[in-house]
């Protein structure tokens, strides 16, 4: 073997019998595209495959060389491996293989489903290290003609890739076979490259995977694979680097082309990097860049490939028609398991129409172009750009769009001075054209850029996206008006009774709880009315100082302020409600008994009916599927969870299994369980204890969960890596004790332990989601990197705060912190300034009903970590001096989103914009602010507020000066003398029956001690 290539991921039954290597053959892609192969050869076997009835397919030998060829595509694509040194034989009613044991006994699997599928017979060809073939060979030439002869076809035709010369002893002999058996012979190149051009869903993910990487590479790394410059340009894709070094100076042009391979399937990226660009490469550039547009815009399902071509060449002779003879003379081919599939290429004669499906490398370029410099090696140059690219359904997807070839991300100016000295005629001639604006404009003597000049060009390029991508969301009707909160819960109807003869026989006339109906019987005019608990809001007791307990039971009544209209009050319109109702007792006991059986029912009626309502808006998941006997589950034991299951009994810790579709965590007992589905999960991050106690795994969900009795979108699994100890000695111990040091050393082991058993998870369970049927879900643990976290309080407590690829996470403080990157809008950093050792961040969604999400105090060293993190995930951050109110921000937005569109989008948060504008006029000093005409209310604070963006602390801090030089120069013996000047005022102002009453409260609470007084009794009623 070759290579070991696995194509379609761990299959289910694919290993040969008695076969002691590591190779399978998956049985269900081979059935698939066996039957789609043959399926092809019968549709079009004039047209496409040279009218063959045989086809007869050699692989040449293992070599060291890259080398994109056929046949070893066709074993890729049918096997899943290539097999060197293979001879495979396709008839009607036969598949022949001559290949060695080794190859045969991993071939043994397929017999049944070729036999299933097509209805084939498989006939194995063994041949020794020792032979030579030549029998095998024969026998398989017999076969052909009898075959034929049985299809009544006295001269059958042997279809083989004719451009593929034969390498090695045992083609060469073959191939002088078929020369002298006086069999017909036919070229079948182009049936196999229609039938390679359609790509399936698991060869789309490979080529995704393969344009991913080079994309990431082009993007972060810029590591050519294959670099021009200096005049000496080859824009053809078989092309490779020379030994030359790279050249650059001003009006250079230096070409980047990188291409990977993943799973055999292969992509391709080309960038132009411009090195203090002319006018001339500049317009160059321009209109390349604009005719590739347009060619990758052509590629839609139905129509023609030369369409792609000409329009490309359309942009050319219309922007730039002295540069169509520079044009090269296709725009690229088709691109899979060959890097450069015929039949596919991407020219003006080609008239094949395009499907779903199909994969291009759209490659196109300007050659050998000229531009008057100083420099004889700057003064001929090409352009080049090329990106792969899949027809889909909808028209085409750009798989290696990540990598920028936008002008300002490839232009770099070095020195502009010099350049306008050198040409002068140049700019003459350009007709008023200005410079390319370049990414990297120099602006110290050194010649090195600072990072906040590129933040800031970034961050300039994403508002305008960010203000277009919101203008059109917003025209769409993509964010409703809201405020985010939710209505009120509607009850069901609460019923104790259903009728009168239900209710228990009265013992004597006192207050009851009748625990199995959840009611409530009080005596009222010597009748025992039920109510149910559900209906009870308070209830409370006291004793006065004549040892007379009471009772008091306020119940919930609609329409009063916290008790808004349910179903229940709509209902019954017509209704009476009883509010409050108290009653006296001279036995404290009782009392105090039914206060206690009241609360306890109420607390268990409440959970009840609030984890019912939690349930009722769950969205129905589909039922875990249990691996089997052959696939034994990933198991992980001793864990613990979060949230934890309700109840008072002692906490287990329990097992996570991955099963078939999801996951299953379970302890001892039977109650408590979870199952996580895998289409139900939305992120999953796996954090290892560094500076951390725990090592976890956290799942963020799409949908609510119930875990326990708990209602929760996140799902976390852990371990404790570290035991608590408390010391008693109590005093400092040595830094050499041998103890200490032993003991560190055993928590260093356990703690690695527990990482390496949770990596070990992690990565089974990526393989297993790395198969075809969950690739669409795209998931994968994913590492929080702790080298970008930084401190900060997003709810309640401090917390370090970490981003990942696709998130912002805080796992280890409850309640958990997950933000997916793709969802935020904005973010805005709030209370930056000089002097301030803190700032605050303000997250805005694009969901603008959410509520904005703060976190507050971070760090002002952490300012330009996380600036340098944001610019880099392509979020849009803006900067304030003051903290925002965003409720009536975003309410104004909504309401009136022409106006905010109109008033330049997000660009009123930009306090350099403001700031320059304000120089120029008063007017511009405004910026956009949310509109106020929303009506003042007195009850409503937030609507009060609105009319300001910012809540000012500048007025609270006035009145606060104010107030204390108002007390400034008072001594203490001033205060005192001031306080019993006022105290005297009011006893000589006090009548003697106040003082009387003053005398008789304060006698009376020296006697009653701690139990309540009669006022409060009084107040009671």
């Known amino acids: 073997m070759a290579e070991n290539r696995k194509v379609y991921g761990p299959p289910a039954n694919g290993r040969a019998p008695g076969a002691g290597n590591a190779y399978t053959i998956n049985l269900e892609g081979f059935s698939r595209r066996l039957k789609a192969m043959y399926s092809h050869w019968h549709d079009h076997k004039s047209e496409l495959w040279g009218s063959s009835s045989v086809l007869a397919v050699a692989t040449p030998p293992a070599s060291e060389d890259l080398r994109y060829l056929k046949s070893s595509a066709l074993n890729i694509w049918l096997l899943g491996y290539e097999f060197p040194d293979t001879i495979m034989l396709f008839m009607d009613k036969q598949i022949h293989f001559l290949c060695s044991q080794k190859k045969a006994s991993l071939l043994e ?4 489903s070729a036999k299933e599928s097509v209805g084939v017979e498989v006939v194995m060809h063994v041949k020794a290290k020792s032979d030579d073939g030549t029998a095998q060979m024969d026998a398989m030439l017999r076969a052909i003609r009898t075959q034929s002869k049985l299809d009544g076809h006295d001269d059958p035709i042997v279809g083989y890739i004719a451009r593929e010369a034969p390498e090695g002893n045992l083609l060469e002999r073959w191939a002088e076979k078929l020369k002298n058996s006086n069999l017909q012979l036919g070229d079948v190149t182009n049936g196999f490259s229609d039938l390679f051009a359609v790509k399936d869903i698991n060869e789309l993910t490979n080529v995704k995977k393969a344009a991913y990487l080079i994309a990431s590479v082009m993007k972060n790394f810029v590591v050519p694979k294959l670099e021009k410059s200096g005049g000496n340009f080859d824009l053809r894709p078989s092309a490779s680097s020379d030994d030359e070094h790279l050249y650059y100076d001003s009006a250079s042009a230096i070409i980047c082309a990188i291409g990977s391979r993943y799973n055999s399937y292969c992509s391709n990226v080309a960038r132009t990097y411009l090195i203090d660009s002319t006018p001339r490469q500049g317009k160059a550039y321009e209109v390349l860049l604009k005719a590739h547009e347009a060619a990758i815009g052509a590629l839609n399902p139905g129509n023609k490939i030369s369409a792609v071509y000409q329009a490309a060449l359309s942009v050319v002779e219309r922007d730039a028609p002295d540069l169509v003879a520079n044009l090269t003379k296709s725009a690229g081919t088709g691109i899979g398991l060959e890097f450069r599939e015929s039949g596919l290429a991407l ?35 090409s352009l080049l750009l090329a990106d792969t690219v899949i027809v889909n359904e909808k028209g085409h997807e750009v798989v290696t769009m990540l990598s920028s070839k936008a002008v300002k991300d490839v232009a770099y100016s070095f020195n502009d001075d010099e350049e306008e000295e050198v040409l002068p005629k140049v700019k ?16 110290s003597d050194n010649q090195e850029i600072s990072k906040e000049e590129l933040r800031r060009q970034h961050q300039a390029e994403l508002a305008r996206q960010k203000n277009e991508e919101t203008a059109r969301r917003l025209a769409g009707g993509g964010s409703a008006t809201g405020d985010n909160r939710t209505a009120a819960k509607t009850s069901s109807d609460l019923i104790a009774y259903r009728n009168a003869n239900d209710l228990p026989p009265p013992r004597e006339m006192m207050i009851q709880v009748d625990q199995k109906n959840e009611a409530i019987l009080l005596p009222i ?100 599927v249990l691996a089997g006997n052959k696939f034994k589950p990933i198991r992980l034991a001793d864990l613990w969870i979060r949230p934890v299951f309700g109840g008072r009994a002692r906490k287990l810790t329990g097992t996570l299994e991955a099963h078939t579709n999801g996951f299953r965590y379970s302890t001892s007992r039977q109650d408590e369980r979870v199952d996580v589905m895998y289409a139900n999960i939305k992120h999953a991050f796996f954090q290892p204890a560094e500076k951390e106690m725990i090592t976890l795994l956290h799942l963020h969900l799409h949908n609510h969960i119930m875990v326990g009795n708990k209602k929760t979108k996140d799902v976390q699994f852990y371990v404790e890596v570290m035991d608590v ?14 103890d200490e040091i032993e003991e560190e050393q055993r928590e260093r082991d356990r ?43 997003p709810f309640k407590a401090s917390a370090f705060i970490v981003p990942t690829s696709s998130c912002l996470v805080e796992l280890i403080e409850t309640p958990f912190l997950v933000v997916t990157l793709s969802e935020i809008e904005i973010v805005n950093l709030e209370r930056v300034g000089l002097g ?112 300001s963006l910012v809540e000012s602390e500048d007025e609270e801090s006035e009145e606060s000066e104010e107030e204390s030089e108002e007390e400034k120069g008072k001594t203490w013996e001033e205060l005192e003398r001031e306080a019993s000047n006022a105290d005297r005022e009011r006893d000589e102002s006090d009548s003697e029956e106040e003082k009387r009453r003053r005398k008789t409260k304060a006698f009376g609470k020296s006697r009653a001690g701690p139990i309540s007084t009669a006022p409060k009794r009084a107040r009671m009623r």
Request: proline share 5%; aromatic share 8%.
């Open 836 to 947: 301030q050792k803190n700032f605050d961040m303000a997250i805005v969604f694009k969901d603008f009903k959410r509520d904005v999400l703060r976190i507050d105090s971070i760090p002002s060293t952490s300012l330009d970590g996380i600036k340098e993190w944001l610019d880099t995930t392509d979020l849009k951050y803006y900067e304030s001096r003051l903290n925002l109110n965003w409720r009536p921000i975003l309410k104004t937005i909504t309401d009136d989103p022409q106006r905010f569109v109109d008033d330049g989008g997000w660009e009123f948060l930009n306090l350099e914009a403001s700031d320059s504008d304000s120089d120029n006029s008063v007017e511009s000093d405004q910026g956009y602010e949310p509109s106020d005409a929303e009506p003042e209310s007195d009850s409503d604070d937030e609507d009060s507020g609105s009319a």
């Open 725 to 738: 100890v408390q010391t008693l000695g109590g005093g400092k111990r040595s830094a050499y004790d041998p």
């Open 347 to 381: 020219n003006a004669k080609n008239d094949r129409v395009l499907k779903s499906g199909m994969v291009f490398n759209v490659t196109l370029g300007f050659q050998n172009l000229q531009t008057p410099t100083k420099n004889l090696k700057s003064q001929n140059f």
């Open 428 to 443: 003459a001639e350009s007709n008023g054209t200005e410079n390319l604006f370049s990414k990297a404009t120099l602006r």
């Open 525 to 624: 005019y010597g009748s025992m009315v039920p109510f149910h608990v559900a209906t009870v809001k308070t209830v409370s007791s006291q004793q006065d100082t004549n040892r007379n307990c009471y009772i008091r039971i306020i119940f919930n009544v609609p329409g009063t302020p916290f008790n808004p209209h349910d179903a229940n009050s709509l209902k019954h319109q017509g209704a009476i409600y009883l509010k409050e109702v108290s009653f006296r007792s001279k036995d404290p006991r009782h009392i105090s008994e039914v206060v206690q059986q009241i609360k306890t029912l109420r607390r268990n009626v409440v959970a009840r009916e609030s984890e019912r309502a939690e349930r009722a808006t769950l969205v129905t998941q589909e039922k875990l």
């Open 751 to 793: 703690k690695n332990k527990i990482n390496m058993s949770f990596q070990n998870f992690v990565n089974r369970v990526n393989d297993l989601w790395g198969q075809p049927q969950f690739r669409g879900l795209d998931l994968e643990f994913d590492p929080p990197l702790r080298e970008l976290g930084f401190h900060g309080v």
């Open 109 to 112: 699997a397929v017999k049944r």
